[in-house]
């Protein structure tokens, strides 16, 4: 995962601103009950691999509110521990936040999962095409979205981030998924338009690329802090109308890092 600077606008279209065995491949959105090959793989020897751990983890959300299948689904299926460092693989499905480095973290997973589900509620339907995720971190969410969308596509800014999600995904190898090193401010204009657009970080605003790179019927959920002066973010879902208006909703408070734009290679010194 990875603040916008200037003060909320005041025009439309929106005011607001590794351990890892064996190779298993994820292939795109279906609607199978039969579990994933990711879910047979290891994690040492802590067990990591039975499906109980993951399991339980979709009973939390699930309490939590969430009632989608697909993206319980795709919770039950992708392996969490793989993308978490292996000091605190022991956490790894417990409800919380884990830090990935570079001041970066790894979102709890009920959050997620709404943000998932909001997704896939959007005008146009719950089938997705191409979805646009911003802020690759670890490369998590990137493979959940790999069960939910035909084609994703992921930009990170911070290129040793960029290249640990490359890393974390190889062994699954998802076929739909493209990892793009760049400023995720300014989207990714190449593959636009998106049905979906999810930000894991969040700013004083929606920049103007994400908007504009978002097709009709199509849904942005993005973390956005809430004024200049406060540090708390709530949750926004914006709609793209097929008739060409903008919807915009305010969920929960919510908690992510900071959007920041441009990129940064940290290399050894």
């Known amino acids: 995962m990875s603040d916008l600077d200037t003060p909320r606008r005041k025009r439309f279209p929106l ?14 959105a279906r609607t199978s009950s039969a ?14 691999d039975s499906a109980s751990f993951r399991a339980r983890m979709v009973d939390r959300i699930r309490l939590d509110g969430c009632t989608d299948a697909e993206v319980l689904r795709v919770f039950g299926e992708v392996p969490r521990h793989l993308f978490v460092d292996p000091a605190l693989v022991s956490q790894a499905y417990e409800d919380t936040s884990l830090p990935i480095g570079l001041g970066q973290t790894i979102s709890k997973p009920s959050v997620v999962a709404r943000m998932l589900a909001l997704l896939r509620a959007r005008p146009g339907g719950a089938a997705l095409s191409r979805v646009l995720e911003i802020g690759t971190g670890c490369g998590y969410q990137a493979a959940l979205l790999c069960g939910l969308a035909r084609n994703v596509y992921s930009v990170e800014r911070l290129k040793a981030l960029h290249d640990k999600a490359r890393e974390n995904l190889a062994p699954i190898r998802p076929a739909n998924l493209r990892l793009v090193f760049g400023d995720g401010r300014l989207g990714h204009a190449p593959n636009a338009p998106y049905d979906g657009i999810v930000s894991a970080a969040g700013g004083l605003g929606l920049p103007q690329a994400w ?16 004024a200049p002066e406060s540090r708390e973010q709530v949750l926004i879902v914006v709609d793209r109308m097929a008739d060409g208006r903008w919807v915009e909703q305010r969920h929960e408070t919510v908690r992510f890092v900071p959007l920041e734009s441009g990129t940064r290679d940290h290399r050894p010194a």
């Open 35 to 48: 579990p994933s090959p990711m879910a047979s793989r290891t994690h040492g020897s802590l067990g990591l």
């Open 15 to 28: 005011t607001l601103d590794d351990t890892r065995p064996a190779a298993s491949k994820v292939t795109p």
């Open 211 to 226: 908007l504009d790179q978002l097709a009709p019927g199509g849904r942005l959920v993005a973390p956005v802090q809430s």
